[in-house]
C-alpha cells in the first residue's frame, strides 16, 4: 500500500516532491520545539491547491493521518508527526497572487514568508503587520494556524485581525473559502476558526489578508529606569494616557549585558545603570530618567 501510495502521490505531485527516504524525513520530525520529535512516514511538497486536494483524498483512501507543515519555526507541537503519517510541506506555495490596494487587501499562498510579504508591499505603501519573532523565515501559513503575535500586536493585533478569508482544504479533501476577502461578511466566523487551530481543520492554500498602511514615520525611544515594577508601570501609563506605540520591548539588567556582549550595540552598560540606580543619571529639565531617541522615514 505504502509503494502504491508513493507512486499515486509523485504522479500528482513530481516524484521529486515526494520525501520517503529515512533520512530525509528525520528533516520533518519536530517544529522549532525539539523536545519531542517523531518523523513522519511520507512527505509532499505540492506547488497548488489543487495538488493538496488530489494529495488529500489519496492520504484518506489509504487511511494516513494528515500534518500540515510551513516552515516548521512554530513551539507549539503542531508540525510534529507525533503518530507519523503524511506531512504536506506548503514551502513551495510562495507567491503573492494579488494585490487589491483600493480594499487594502492582498491575496497569497501559505508559503510566502513573512517578511518577504512586507517587503513586497512596500512599494504600494502598505505592510503586513503581524510580525512574530521569526518573521523572516515563518510563512503566512503558519502564521494563521497559530494565530502568530509579535511586538507590533500591541498596536495592530494577532494575525486573526488580519485574516479576511482563507482557501481551505478539509479533511475530505474538499476546498472551501470561509469569506469573500472583505471584512465583517454575514453568517458564522470561519475564519476566526481556522486562525490557531493549528493544522486540525483543514489545510489553508490562500488566503485574502488585510493591508495596513505604512506609518509616516518611525520614532524608536529607549527609556531607562532603575528596576522592572518602574518600567512595567510607566507602560501602563503611557497606554492609559491614549497613547498606543507600535511595539513595546523590556529588557533586564542581565539581558542587557548579554546582549552588549554578543552583538557590541553599545547599550547603557553597568555603570550607566548604576548611575539610574542611585538617582543621579536624570534628566536636567524634568529630573527623570534621561531618555534617547532617533528617528526615520520608511
Not at 96 to 112: H, K, T, W, Y
Not at 155 to 173: D, E, N, Q, R
Not at 224 to 232: G, Y
Request: aromatic residues 6%; proline residues 6%; charged residues 20%.
Amino acid at each position: 500500500m505504502a509503494t502504491n501510495l508513493v507512486q499515486d502521490l509523485a504522479k500528482v505531485v513530481g516524484a521529486r516532491f515526494v520525501v520517503s527516504a529515512t533520512e530525509a524525513l528525520r528533516t520533518y520530525d519536530a517544529d522549532g520545539c525539539v523536545v519531542d520529535v517523531h518523523s513522519p512516514d511520507l512527505v509532499v511538497l505540492p506547488e497548488t491547491s489543487a495538488q493538496i486536494e488530489a494529495v488529500v483524498k489519496l492520504a484518506a483512501q489509504a487511511g494516513m493521518p494528515i500534518i500540515p507543515r510551513g516552515a516548521g519555526t512554530g513551539l507549539a507541537g503542531g508540525a510534529t508527526p507525533i503518530r507519523g503519517g503524511l506531512v504536506i510541506s506548503t514551502v513551495r506555495m510562495d507567491k503573492v497572487l494579488e494585490i487589491d490596494a483600493r480594499n487594502s487587501r492582498v491575496r497569497v499562498q501559505p508559503g510566502v514568508l513573512n517578511w518577504d510579504l512586507s517587503q513586497h508591499l512596500k512599494s504600494h505603501g502598505y505592510q503586513f503587520a503581524p510580525d512574530p519573532s521569526s518573521q523572516k523565515a515563518c510563512t503566512i501559513g503558519g502564521n494563521i494556524a497559530n494565530n502568530s503575535g509579535g511586538p507590533h500586536c500591541l498596536k495592530y493585533g494577532f494575525t486573526a485581525s488580519h485574516v479576511l478569508g482563507v482557501k481551505i482544504v478539509l479533511p475530505t479533501g474538499e476546498a472551501i473559502w470561509t469569506g469573500d476577502g472583505t471584512p465583517f461578511g454575514p453568517g458564522y466566523d470561519l475564519t476566526g476558526v481556522i486562525c490557531g487551530s493549528e493544522g486540525m481543520v483543514g489545510i489553508v492554500t490562500e488566503a485574502w489578508l488585510r493591508m495596513t498602511r505604512l506609518p509616516e514615520a518611525v520614532r524608536v525611544v529607549l527609556a531607562l529606569f532603575p528596576d522592572v515594577e518602574t518600567a512595567c508601570a510607566t507602560v501602563s501609563q503611557t497606554i492609559a494616557s491614549g497613547f498606543v506605540p507600535s511595539s513595546l520591548e523590556i529588557m533586564d539588567r542581565l539581558t542587557l549585558k548579554a546582549v552588549n556582549g554578543m552583538y557590541q550595540l553599545g547599550l547603557p552598560g553597568r555603570r550607566r545603570l548604576g548611575a539610574i540606580d542611585r538617582g543621579r543619571w536624570r534628566d536636567r529639565r524634568s529630573g527623570q530618567p534621561d531618555v534617547g531617541h532617533r528617528s526615520h522615514r520608511p
